[in-house]
């Protein structure tokens, strides 16, 4: 088999060795994953601001797509909340709610989304994505679950609020409390209150009776199922959607459709960003879960694949009637867990979804809206982990920082403008420690051919030679740093003739730092002064004989600073000791 | 004297020494300086888009501020030509050039500017120019040196083009092509060859004449003025401007006026990143001609308090009728070489031009537009540097992709866009190196206690056991890849006992990389593997200290590599030698 093929379409490595074990446990894990994700697609297309059906398209045609292209055994994917709360954010930016014109944005978003994690993979620019440190998207984690909970409780409430950040919402819910509609609370709350009391009082009961962990975690996810069967029932033996219930109402029922997603550069233009920012999380979270997942099982992932897998995914949403989409971490758990072995469970449940498209969406005509709404409400509130803030304020006040200005600026200003700055601060932070790097003046330990700190160690020093041992790679951010540094020691000391820089740490030298190191070089020789250089790494000097830059070296470059100590000085037993 | 105030207020200081012999010395650089000035800055107003006397403003008060705060002795502040392009680029976006508002506008973007930059300065923030690097900075001013030019040529041509990019100016140059005035074009054209010549055939031939080189470069720098006064005196004598040539007109005659900045929030958002762009810009610009200048006399200057006085300077700009300024290459240099040697020289020029403001002004009323301009060419055509991408190209092909984009964006795209795109360029091109860091398995050389890649020297290694010599920090960007390369190094090796991570040269372990390493530990553990760390620097251990991880490693810390090879491999001879 082509090397090319087998690399971009896994299901070729897996598909050889399919067998009737592997069959069959694919299709019950199917079985149990479909049950959970109906009311789950309602829900998170509920809070993408989208009618109903188009949660479960985007289970369809994208869950296919990933078991073709993607490497992970038991991703499942689909829609997921925080994708979901950033598609209602992007698109609530260029069409109203409930318009033909919204529905159309978020295929164009799930498009240009899939185009990127595509191009991405291709270019095999999966790195990108470690430019969100852990902390910054711990804390965006966090805090949109927070954001997706107030998002819900209009549902909950039964009120026409609205916002995309958290002072919005609750102050749009707070004007609307005259609104509140008794029966709907008595749903939404009673569903809460329901679904609190499966997390936390079913599980441990299960196991109390003697159910397996993975069996008791698999029941716990049916729970919603059950909260949408009761409240549902409810709602038609009481007519409660006539006393100001929220129904889901009249679903088409029906294979997804074949849709097309609007090009117009106007549109494109004011999406770009969004979707960019939508691909990357959904990308890292992706990638989370099923590096987690395969670590379990000894597997490996392939991240550049990874990109290709879920892009595919996203462009299948986008002509189907769905929306952006990516690996779940719940859904997968539980797919992992109800003991999926292949990605071919996951087109078993393409088609548990499909027949429920055609078959079952009479049945959810007397869905209460609160239901679901309280199922998204207790779902995400178990992302809402906020011990990263004191995690990372314990080990480093830079990642905190990073984590705190993610989380307020994400409730504040919203998940764009959270997640961006989380990114801009950690880079910012990081290039900020490496301006000023540790540079060390070293003097020779008696007796060996070791150089240690002259503040730190009693070691040999010579007045007419100073040794600087520099602590990090030389580039556009600290090379005016050492120039200073170099600058300011020989304003110190009288009688100097040398100086070596030691670069055993040194990694890289861009152009920045080679014309910071030429005008060393320069004011050293106007100064009477060598400059030397010692333990320069093999890469660095080959990129330093490509310029002038050596001819020019106003002394010379040593291979161990052992060697430059003894031409320089002499070696005479005259250097001091340093107390 | 107290300390802050001699901080903040360096003419404290070589104000207490001022004497006759520096007084000669000062008076007779201003006088220099201020008749190279009157015609630059009523060049650079005009490129600015501003009425001629916005330039003159400009140049008086902020000339005595920065005098006051600055640490240069040399510097000459003022209007420059890429801040002049910069403003007319940012404020032709919210005001028509022509309109009180646009000047208005001007003067909000001084205001801005200054309190960013003594904000900065005040926060000791001056390493934030570091971000751009040099070749950035090159291309930048070079791809703005040939827009200056390119926006120019329509006053040379008297025609009505205008943009902000080279493809803009261009299609609008040729699309009033039939309007070309024919006596502007004579002056213009003509005022262009004998500024050339003044350039490249006066000075060689002065210095055949015996002239010294600084007086030979004083009196070609005088070459404008002379070109203003003989086109001046061409338009009076001829009446050329009935024939269509564009003239400077009514200038104003007295002293800068009071002006007070407009604060309306809709300005302030528009001109909140020009500001920023051109405050850095101006900043990094002026910080590198006031170091070139000290060092020539061993001075020293500080960058954080230049970022005040440029500060003080610009605010000064927006309350006299002026704009953003900045320290400027060529007025500086005159400066410096007509013997300037404290900042009173500068003082003494800005009363040389409040001079020049209250009686000279009626005698600029003829003064062809098309002399400024061709003054404005003569001198941005030697900015125009692109040996930059040749030198690069040499030397770093990341270098040069930096500088290229900047080019390239800054003439398509405008001033903005090309230098934003530089900074980003080079900072994800250093992120992208530290992302794959070198990590060698290194083993121990016969007879001595150093390890070296077992790849490439001699060693002795131990099946039962690895060690990893990392060569970068880790942080977030790298932190997953070093999970990968362990898991991947895991997987290959069988009967592996041990892994020692070789820290020599960790600067820094950020908390994503803790949580990696902490994978690591687990992952390793769960196979009965080992994770021993060796030569951990003092401030990384300090960190590693305040958390759980020390406690939950499944190993040992050994203060150097060869203490963790003796223990774990016992010494034993029987450690295998490796061609």
């Known amino acids: 088999m082509h090397p090319l093929l087998r690399r971009y379409l896994p299901i070729l490595d897996w598909g050889r060795s399919y067998n009737r074990a592997a069959l069959s446990n694919d299709l019950l894990a199917a079985v149990i994953v479909t049950i959970m994700l109906i009311p789950q697609s309602l829900a998170y297309a509920l809070l993408a601001g989208l009618p109903p059906q188009a949660g479960i398209y985007a289970s369809i045609l994208p869950i296919v797509l990933y078991a073709i292209f993607g490497t992970s055994r038991a991703l499942a994917v689909?829609?997921?909340?925080?994708?979901?709360?950033?598609?209602?954010?992007?698109?609530?930016?260029?069409?109203?709610?409930?318009?033909?014109?919204?529905?159309?944005?978020?295929?164009?978003?799930?498009?240009?989304?899939?185009?990127?994690?595509?191009?991405?993979?291709?270019?095999?620019?999966?790195?990108?994505?470690?430019?969100?440190?852990?902390?910054?998207?711990?804390?965006?984690?966090?805090?949109?679950?927070?954001?997706?909970?107030?998002?819900?409780?209009?549902?909950?409430?039964?009120?026409?609020?609205?916002?995309?950040?958290?002072?919005?919402?609750?102050?749009?819910?707070?004007?609307?409390?005259?609104?509140?509609?008794?029966?709907?609370?008595?749903?939404?709350?009673?569903?809460?209150?329901?679904?609190?009391?499966?997390?936390?009082?079913?599980?441990?009961?299960?196991?109390?009776?003697?159910?397996?962990?993975?069996?008791?975690?698999?029941?716990?996810?049916?729970?919603?199922?059950?909260?949408?069967?009761?409240?549902?029932?409810?709602?038609?033996?009481?007519?409660?959607?006539?006393?100001?219930?929220?129904?889901?109402?009249?679903?088409?029922?029906?294979?997804?459709?074949?849709?097309?997603?609007?090009?117009?550069?106007?549109?494109?233009?004011?999406?770009?960003?969004?979707?960019?920012?939508?691909?990357?999380?959904?990308?890292?979270?992706?990638?989370?879960?099923?590096?987690?997942?395969?670590?379990?099982?000894?597997?490996?992932?392939?991240?550049?694949?990874?990109?290709?897998?879920?892009?595919?995914?996203?462009?299948?949403?986008?002509?189907?009637?769905?929306?952006?989409?990516?690996?779940?971490?719940?859904?997968?758990?539980?797919?992992?867990?109800?003991?999926?072995?292949?990605?071919?469970?996951?087109?078993?449940?393409?088609?548990?979804?499909?027949?429920?498209?055609?078959?079952?969406?009479?049945?959810?005509?007397?869905?209460?809206?609160?239901?679901?709404?309280?199922?998204?409400?207790?779902?995400?509130?178990?992302?809402?982990?906020?011990?990263?803030?004191?995690?990372?304020w314990a080990y480093s006040r830079g990642d905190f920082l990073a984590v705190a200005i993610t989380i307020v600026l994400t409730l504040a200003l919203g998940v764009e403008t959270g997640v961006a700055a989380g990114v801009v601060t950690s880079v910012g932070l990081h290039l900020y420690k490496t301006s000023r790097p540790h540079v060390a003046e070293v003097g020779l330990v008696p007796g060996t051919q070791h150089f240690r700190n002259i503040h730190r160690h009693d070691v040999l020093t010579d007045p007419g030679v100073v040794t600087l041992r520099v602590d990090e790679s030389l580039y556009f951010v600290n090379a005016r740093f050492l120039e200073d540094l170099v600058q300011d020691r020989i304003a110190r000391g009288g009688g100097l003739r040398h100086v070596i820089l030691m670069f055993s740490a040194v990694n890289e030298v861009d152009f920045s730092a080679l014309e910071s190191l030429e005008a060393i070089n320069r004011r050293l020789g106007e100064s009477g002064i060598g400059l030397h250089l010692s333990e320069v790494k093999g890469p660095v000097m080959d990129r330093l004989k490509m310029v002038h830059f050596l001819r020019e070296l106003n002394g010379q470059v040593f291979l161990s600073q052992y060697d430059a100590w003894m031409a320089l000085t002499g070696g005479r037993s005259g250097a001091a000791a340093r107390a």
């Open 78 to 392: 689909g829609p997921v909340a925080v994708v979901s709360l950033m598609t209602a954010s992007a698109i609530g930016q260029v069409a109203e709610q409930g318009t033909a014109g919204y529905a159309a944005a978020a295929l164009t978003l799930a498009l240009m989304s899939g185009g990127f994690l595509v191009m991405l993979g291709v270019l095999r620019l999966g790195f990108l994505a470690n430019f969100l440190s852990h902390p910054v998207i711990a804390g965006f984690i966090a805090a949109s679950g927070i954001l997706i909970a107030a998002s819900q409780l209009r549902h909950v409430l039964g009120v026409p609020a609205h916002g995309h950040t958290l002072f919005a919402m609750v102050n749009s819910l707070l004007a609307h409390m005259g609104q509140i509609n008794g029966p709907t609370v008595a749903i939404g709350a009673g569903a809460m209150a329901f679904l609190f009391w499966v997390r936390k009082g079913l599980k441990p009961r299960l196991r109390a009776l003697g159910v397996g962990p993975g069996m008791a975690d698999t029941l716990t996810k049916a729970g919603p199922v059950l909260a949408v069967v009761l409240s549902t029932l409810a709602v038609w033996a009481f007519d409660l959607q006539a006393r100001g219930v929220a129904i889901v109402g009249e679903v088409p029922q029906g294979l997804p459709p074949l849709t097309v997603p609007g090009l117009s550069p106007d549109l494109l233009g004011q999406l770009l960003v969004p979707a960019i920012l939508i691909s990357i999380i959904g990308f890292v979270e992706s990638v989370s879960v099923a590096q987690t997942l395969a670590a379990r099982k000894r597997q490996r992932i392939d991240p550049d694949q990874e990109l290709i897998g879920l892009g595919a995914a996203n462009i299948g949403a986008a002509f189907t009637g769905g929306y952006p989409v990516t690996g779940g971490f719940s859904r997968s758990v539980v797919n992992y867990d109800a003991g999926a072995e292949t990605p071919a469970a996951g087109a078993f449940t393409a088609l548990g979804l499909a027949i429920a498209a055609v078959a079952l969406t009479p049945l959810v005509y007397y869905l209460p809206k609160a239901t679901l709404a309280a199922t998204i409400i207790v779902a995400v509130l178990g992302l809402v982990d906020l011990s990263i803030l004191r995690r990372t």
